[in-house]
Nanobody
Framework: QVQLVESGGGLVQAGGSLRVSCAAS????????MGWFRQAPGKEREFVAF????????YYADSVKGRFTISRDNAKNTVYLQMNSLKPEDTAVYYC?????????????????WGQGTQVTVSS
């Protein structure tokens, strides 16, 4: 069993930056595939970014490509999402997710464990 806890969300002005973190407990994250998803009010949960256990495979949603960076520190059992040039449309609850086996990275159903989410609000 893996417990995931996100942190680092908050309120930021458009154009600003935030880094959200996902810390794991219970088991080491080093063998898990990790994803970040987000969900805005009234919308479905959507894929943001993916990183393989080795860090060699990374994918981003088109809407965040060039602005967001996913990374992981297996020694710290933590995955990060650095968000730059934030836009009001990035406002959402951000969730991290872990998969034991390589998932279809953009499909939430492929992930086995989820955190509780952290709110990111971007003001215009």
């Amino acid at each position: 069993q893996v417990q995931l806890v996100e942190s680092g969300g908050g309120l930021v002005q458009a154009g600003g930056s935030l880094r959200v973190s996902c810390a794991a407990s219970g088991r080491t994250l080093s063998s898990y595939f990790m994803g970040w998803f987000r969900q805005a009010p009234g919308k479905e949960r959507e894929f943001v970014a993916f990183i393989s256990w080795s860090g060699l495979s990374i994918y981003y949603a088109d809407s965040v490509k060039g602005r967001f960076t996913i990374s992981r520190d297996n020694a710290k059992n933590t995955v990060y999402l650095q968000m730059n040039s934030l836009k009001p449309e990035d406002t959402a609850v951000y969730y991290c997710a872990a998969a034991r086996d390589r998932p279809t990275y953009y499909n939430p159903q492929g992930y086995d464990y989820w955190g509780q989410g952290t709110q990111v609000t971007v003001s215009s």
